[in-house]
């Protein structure tokens, strides 16, 4: 279970999938008082506090190494990028993580 400060109490799966769908793009509080039943302000304080228990639990692999991920590497990262075709100069990585082939459209003449 997830109880908040206030005392609302979720189960841990519910908790988790109103966090997600809170990031998910576009998306307003007030939409999701429909999918899951609560009013926007219990859905806004749940999803924070998944958000801090997922912090508290793995925030050693999700931090920011700036030993390993210096300036010069990340340049490194991002000139590699945009050689491979993105209209970026400065992209370094994806969200995800995963690595994926990029395409772009090409001009085609006739």
Known sequence: MVIT???LKVTIEDGFCMFLRRLAYPTRLKDLER???RDYSSISRIANDVLDLIF???QHIIRF???RLTPE???EFADAVFEKGA???NCWGFIDGTVRPTCRPA???H
């Open 107 to 109: 001009m085609v003449s």
């Open 87 to 89: 209209p970026l100069m």
């Open 35 to 37: 999918i899951f039943g």
């Open 56 to 58: 508290d639990r793995w």
């Open 73 to 75: 590497k990340l340049g």
């Open 65 to 67: 190494d700036h030993r």
């Open 5 to 7: 400060e206030n005392r």
